[in-house]
């Protein structure tokens, strides 16, 4: 379905500024060293894949950039500028949207109320200010329809959605709030084909309207489908960033996996890994 | 815009969508289990009490009651939905109350600065509270219970030094009675209305012609509009959604931006000032504060909000589930005086007016999250 071919990738010239850069980040859980030193940047109109293998420290990362996660060391700047996150609102406010590995939704809430959780737009001012509910209804449902899905009810309570359809509303949700920065940490992993494609689609039309798009995938075809540069960690550190076109698709894979060991087992299955 | 909205609307009327009636829809509101109480309670006392107590008289009789718990439901109900608890509210109740006392009768200043002071004491107390647990990350169940005590230890050794030696604080009455903020929070409302009315032969009067009802107490009027706030606060206001999703889920809350501890720690504060208020309101109509003013009545309120809808775990409830849950509960503490039950049979019935309410709860909140 989705082959590398399927996308204009966007020439991002390498004197363009980063809308957001993080220099040696390193993030320590008590004794825990999740990372170790990590420098990353997005630039406006490209798609930065985040790649690595399980507990590499991708979300451990992507927290750091999104205000959840204080850095131990490191600096965070944007625009040029240094930032200093102090919640998820802050990063928010400064055009960044996440959608988490755990997608951040409240079961017992409404489609529309977890759409616009924390951002509800309102009318009315003093003490009439209220939620604009019919407007926030609408957008909700207009914006899944986009990522193909149609609501039976914005009112449906998120619990009783199934995982695809909850991670999309999370999906549908940032991409509606990224103004610069859309982080997406595997967001298709329990998605269907056709959901699927329709995201990397969406993450492809929000990169020509200049958003810069972090993209965590296990999936390398995913990855090489929309990324314009591949990063990869390992145990907490990067093992370095590729331009596309730089890197085969067994070289990534290679990479993703640590080594050796995915060829051994690639072997085994007879090449269906 | 909008017509672009309308196939996506339209498509949502899927083939794969029962159609819903109503009383299904219903079921899925948190108030739905207190509205079916109070049927279920006026049916009961309808039958089996003396018609006295459906009377205006009777009626105001079991609703003053169910105002002052209900004040305490509603700030409760609204912490719960936030996914906290208050075990302290009866204990500031009788705090609040020595504060007001200690304002007005020792230090004799006037309503405008003695309930503004005693709210920010509350309120104060309140965002210690909030900090401790969020701070912490203790389960505020603890904490509250601590201050429980506290504050309720603090009450009889502050109204031993304020009265020189009793657990009892008189004259308040006195001291305020003049003041001109005092028909706000004492007394009844719309008294020459209820007296026109009785001209009129509208309403039950005595031998003289004044009225047997003389106004609408003041508390039932702060319980209605507090629950009114409340309600549109939490179905309309972004903060009300804020509530909901800090309870719901306080770390997916704060990822997608709620400041939730802002949230937590005002519904903390919202909730000592709903103590200060019912100890504003009930000490000016006794004329006197006590140590034992609002004992039991964290538990109460609890207990009404719960069989308001709320769930224990946070995140779901309504305030207007705590106004009928109090209303519940006004009605069978009074009703039963016009029975021929024992009043001992309360605790028997609240028990198990909680067990059902709980249960009840339990099987709305499956069937809103599709059993996950
Ligand atoms: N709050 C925390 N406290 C302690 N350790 C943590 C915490 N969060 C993450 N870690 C550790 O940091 C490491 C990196 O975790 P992280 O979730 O970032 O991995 P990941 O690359 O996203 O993995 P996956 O592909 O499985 O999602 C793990 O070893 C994890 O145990
Ligand atoms: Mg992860």
Not at chain 2, 7 to 17: F, G, M, S, V
Not at chain 2, 257 to 281: D, E, N, S, W, Y
Not at chain 2, 339 to 365: E, H, K, P, S
Request: net charge neutral; hydrophobic share 45%.
């Amino acid at each position: 379905m989705t082959q590398d071919t399927t996308f204009h990738h966007g020439d991002v010239s390498t004197d363009v500024r980063p809308i957001i850069e993080m220099t040696d980040i390193e993030k320590h859980f008590g004794n825990i060293i999740a990372l170790a030193g990590v420098s990353f940047d997005v630039r406006p109109g490209e798609c930065h894949c985040l790649l690595g293998d399980n507990g590499a420290g991708k979300s451990t990362f992507i927290k750091t950039m999104s205000g959840v996660h204080k850095p131990t060391h490191g600096t965070i700047t944007i625009d040029g500028k240094p930032m200093n996150f102090s919640s998820p609102r802050d990063a928010m406010e400064a055009g960044i949207a996440t959608v988490f590995q755990d997608l951040a939704m409240i079961p017992l809430m409404s489609v529309t109320r977890n759409f616009f959780m924390g951002r509800e737009p309102t009318i009315g001012r003093g003490p009439t200010k209220r939620m604009d509910v019919q407007k926030m209804n609408e957008t909700a449902v207009e914006e899944m329809r986009k990522m193909g899905i149609n609501l039976r009810g914005p009112d449906q309570a998120v619990g009783t959605l199934s995982g695809g359809e909850r991670q999309t509303v999370a999906i549908a949700r940032a991409v509606y709030f990224g103004a610069r920065v859309l982080i997406l940490d595997e967001p298709t992993s329990a998605l269907g084909v056709r959901q699927t494609s329709n995201v990397l689609a969406t993450i492809d039309r929000v990169r020509k309207q200049g958003v810069g798009v972090v993209f965590i995938s296990h999936n390398v075809r995913h990855a090489l489908a929309v990324g314009d540069r591949f990063t990869v960690l390992n145990r907490g550190k990067t093992l370095g960033t590729a331009r596309r076109g730089e890197i085969t698709p067994e070289q990534l894979q290679d990479l993703m996996a640590g080594g050796q060991e995915l060829a051994q087992l690639e072997g085994s299955l007879e090449g269906t890994v | 815009m909008a017509e672009t909205i309308q196939p996506a609307i339209q498509a949502a009327k899927d083939e794969r969508l029962k159609k819903e009636g109503i009383g299904s829809r219903l079921m899925k509101r948190p108030e739905l289990g207190a509205i079916a109480g109070v049927i279920l309670v006026t049916t009961f006392f309808l039958i089996t009490a003396d018609g006295a107590m459906f009377t205006l008289s009777g009626i105001m009789n079991f609703m003053t009651p169910a105002a002052q718990l209900g004040i305490l439901a509603i700030g409760a109900a609204m912490l719960m939905i936030g996914g906290e608890f208050d075990l302290s509210i009866g204990s500031m109740v009788a705090f609040a109350g020595l504060i007001f006392g200690a304002c007005t009768v020792t230090l004799g200043l006037p309503l405008i600065l003695a309930i503004p002071l005693t709210l920010a004491v509350a309120a104060g107390i309140g965002a210690v509270n909030g900090t401790i647990v969020l701070k912490t990350g203790l389960p505020s169940f603890i904490v509250t219970l601590a201050f429980l005590f506290v504050l309720r230890g603090a009450s009889l050794v502050g109204l031993k030094i304020a009265s020189g030696g009793s657990t009892q604080l008189r004259g308040v009455r006195d001291a305020v009675e003049d003041d001109w903020l005092a028909p706000l929070f004492s007394g009844d409302a719309f008294g020459p209305i209820f007296a026109w009315l009785a001209q009129i032969g509208a309403i039950e009067t005595f031998k003289n012609g004044a009225p047997k009802v003389p106004g609408i107490p003041v508390e039932i009027l702060w319980f209605i509009f507090l629950a009114l706030v409340a309600t549109y606060v939490l179905l309309r206001t972004p903060q009300g959604n804020w509530i909901f999703a800090a309870g719901g889920d306080r770390n997916a809350a704060s990822n997608s931006g709620v400041p939730v501890r802002k949230v937590k720690i005002a519904l903390f504060m919202l909730t000592a000032m709903c103590g200060a208020l019912v100890a504003i309101i009930t000490v000016m109509d006794s004329g006197s504060t006590d140590a034992r003013r609002g004992f039991m009545k964290e538990f109460e309120a609890i207990i009404a909000a719960v069989i308001g809808g709320c769930l224990l775990t946070g995140g779901y409830g309504s305030a207007i589930g705590a106004f009928f849950g109090a209303i519940i509960f006004g009605m069978v503490t009074i009703g039963l005086t016009y029975t021929d039950f024992d009043q001992d049979w309360f605790q028997i019935f609240l028990g198990g007016m909680l067990l059902i309410a709980v249960l009840f709860n339990n099987y709305i909140r499956k069937r809103v999250t599709g059993e996950r």
